[in-house]
Structure formats: C-alpha cells, structure tokens
C-alpha cells in the first residue's frame, strides 16, 4: 500500500474545519493506505505558548483522533519531537530551500506580517514540515487547502535533493478534496475557519456541546436574501453552511437545495445544527471514554514512536550517506 501521511498542531480545540478538511479523510481512507500521522509539537513552538499546556494539548489532539476513528492497529500515530529524526533532516532540507521561496510562502507573510521581530521558527516550519513527510516515503498527504502550497515547497525539495544527491526521496502528492478543504469561519465567510482566530463563535469545535452548537450556528452569519443555494462567489456564508450539512449529513448539496428551496435560513440553520450535533456525538462520547482512561492515549503514542523512530533511523542512514555527513563506514 502507498503511504499517507499528515499532521496536526497541538494548538488549541479542534475545529470542524479540520475535521472535515482533513481527519475525516484519514480515517475514510485508512485501509487505502499504510497510514502515519503525527501530532506536531515542534512547529506548534513556532509561535508563543506556554510549555505547561503543551503536553496535556499532545495528548488531547491526540485523543480527538482516536475519538474520530484513528486506529492503531491501521495506523502510526505518534509525537514529532519523539522522533528526532525529524529535526535533523529539517537541517538538511534547510540548506537546499531557498531564502526567495521560504520568504514566499503564504503563511509565513501572513504570521510575519512585515515584523522583523517573528522568530525564524516560522520562516523554518515548511522545511520542518517537509522533512516529516520526505523522512517516511510519503506517498499521498491527506490536508485542507492551506497546505498546498507547503507540500508543493515539499515536492521541490525533494526533487533538488534528488538530483543533488541521487534518487533519495519519493515526491509526495497532495490529497486535497473538491469539497471541505476550505471551512471557512462562521462570523466571516470570507476567512478560513481557524484556531487562532480571538473570536470563539467563529468555529464549532469537537468538544462543543449540543447548547453551544446550536447557538454558534443560529448566529452565525449569512446573507440578505432568503434562498438556500450554493453560490461560493455570491453567498458565501451559505455556501459555507451547506457544505458542512452535505459532509455530515451525507447528501449532495444539490439535494438539500431542493430539499430547502422556498423555506427560509432559520429552518436550515435549525436542521443544520441537529446534522452536526449528530454527526459529534460519537465522537463526543468516545472522547469522554477515552478521558477515562488517558493511559491507553500515552500507550499508543508510546508504541506509535517505537514504531516511526524505526523507519526514521534507517531512512536517515541513507541520507547521511548520500550527503556525505559523518564517518566512513
Ligand atoms: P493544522 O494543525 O493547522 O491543521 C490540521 C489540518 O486541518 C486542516 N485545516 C482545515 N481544513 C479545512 N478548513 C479549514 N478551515 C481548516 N483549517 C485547518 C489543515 O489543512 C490541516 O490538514 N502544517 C500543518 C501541520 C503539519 C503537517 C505536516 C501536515 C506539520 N507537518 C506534514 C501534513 C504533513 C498544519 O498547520 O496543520
């Protein structure tokens, strides 16, 4: 089988947005592939945070991914920083990316914004990203829109070390879906929903209960018209709506069209919101299973890093020997 793999920072709750952009994708599509996923601690250092969260944050995302239906018995999950392979290849990849093109990137003008005082974490995080994905032979990696670009610096990379070191890496492919890649935020249709926007009610979040979803997504932004149709450009908030509604629930977007033209937005939101309670509650109830018993979490993390660090050793005694680093044998 071909390898996935993805990651996920420890930052925050969990939205639906990456729910439905990314870790429902891993678990739809777990017996497609020999499965990897890691919950990323280095780069949630990029920016400020404080130490004492962040562990009980690893352990948390983590068991949201079992919760969502991750199985070790299909799939590696395990820590970034268990492994540190990952850091050292991060060097290596370093000194083949370009300044011009890290400088490029997206995210880094976005969490940059023009301040010479941004850490060169964020300037390093796609080399670091790269190397998480190079050192496992990745194949395909499963994620939302905003990380085109990062696996497209990751396919050059990976090409240069190529030619300049011989056949090495495999070049990856992105697996982005045509529909919830892009969850966009429920006060602002026209940014991405995301865990550090200030405004809580802009995303409905895993651990969200039923009261809250319900009141999230009957405040959430719409339009001035009274008609229930798919028009990314035009309406973008509803739009937005129903593509959460047709992954949850499963219909076409077409269907619910029809199934709500001529009524109005407070009965689609109402239906809405039972759809996406609905769809959480098991995941809901396994988290509260798993919070029971954190033991089992830490365990296949524990297992998850035996197993990684293996494939990251050996991979990485090919790389050292390609770029002529240490002793001769
Ligand atoms: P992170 O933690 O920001 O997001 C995790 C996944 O969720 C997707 N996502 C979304 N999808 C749809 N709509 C949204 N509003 C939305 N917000 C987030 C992201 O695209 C992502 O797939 N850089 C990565 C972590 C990473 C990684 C990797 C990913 C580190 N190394 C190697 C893949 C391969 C990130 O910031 O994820």
């Given at each position: 089988k071909p390898r996935a793999f993805s990651g996920i920072q420890p930052t925050g709750g969990i939205h639906i947005?990456?729910?439905?952009?990314?870790?429902?994708?891993?678990?739809?599509?777990?017996?497609?592939?020999?499965?990897?996923?890691?919950?990323?601690?280095?780069?949630?250092?990029?920016?400020?945070?404080?130490?004492?969260?962040?562990?009980?944050?690893t352990v948390e995302v983590a068991s949201a991914l079992l919760a969502a239906g991750i199985d070790p018995q299909?799939?590696?999950?395990?820590?970034?920083?268990?492994?540190?392979?990952?850091?050292?290849?991060?060097?290596?990849?370093?000194?083949?990316?370009?300044?011009?093109?890290?400088?490029?990137?997206?995210?880094?003008?976005?969490?940059?914004?023009?301040?010479?005082?941004?850490?060169?974490?964020v300037f390093f995080?796609?080399?670091?990203?790269?190397?998480?994905?190079?050192?496992?032979?990745?194949?395909?990696?499963?994620v939302g829109e905003d990380q085109k670009q990062h696996i497209e610096l990751t396919r050059d990379l990976a090409m240069r070390f190529n030619r300049?070191?011989?056949?090495?890496?495999?070049?990856?492919?992105?697996?982005?879906?045509?529909?919830?890649?892009?969850?966009?935020?429920?006060?602002?249709?026209?940014?991405?929903?995301s865990k550090s926007d200030p405004d809580p009610e802009s995303r409905i979040e895993l651990r969200d209960p039923p009261d809250v979803i319900r009141r999230k997504i009957r405040r959430a932004v719409t339009d001035s018209e009274a008609?229930?149709?798919f028009d990314e450009e035009r309406k973008p908030a509803i739009s937005n709506l129903l593509t959460i509604y047709s992954l949850f629930a499963d219909v076409p977007i077409p269907e619910l069209e029809r199934r709500y033209a001529g009524k109005g937005y407070s009965e689609f939101k109402r239906d809405l919101a039972e759809v996406v309670i609905a769809?959480?509650?098991?995941i809901q109830q396994r988290l509260d299973e798993l919070a029971a018993d954190p033991g089992i979490v830490i365990r296949t993390l524990r297992g998850g890093a035996a197993r990684a660090r293996e494939l990251a050793v050996a991979k990485m005694a090919v790389v050292r020997d390609r770029c002529g680093l240490g002793l001769p044998p």
């Open positions: 947005g990456n729910y439905l952009g990314a870790i429902r994708n891993w678990v739809l599509q777990q017996d497609q592939y020999d499965n990897m996923f890691c919950i990323v601690d280095l780069h949630a250092m990029t920016l400020p945070y404080d130490a004492s969260e962040l562990r009980p944050r299909r799939s590696i999950l395990f820590v970034q920083s268990d492994v540190r392979e990952h850091t050292e290849l991060c060097w290596i990849l370093g000194t083949l990316a370009t300044y011009g093109e890290l400088r490029r990137m997206t995210q880094f003008k976005e969490k940059s914004k023009g301040s010479e005082r941004v850490g060169a974490g995080y796609p080399v670091l990203q790269a190397a998480d994905i190079l050192l496992y032979d990745a194949a395909v990696v499963p300049t070191f011989g056949e090495t890496f495999v070049v990856p492919e992105p697996d982005i879906k045509p529909a919830g890649a892009r969850i966009m935020s429920l006060t602002d249709p026209l940014k991405k929903m008609e229930v149709r769809g959480l509650q098991p």
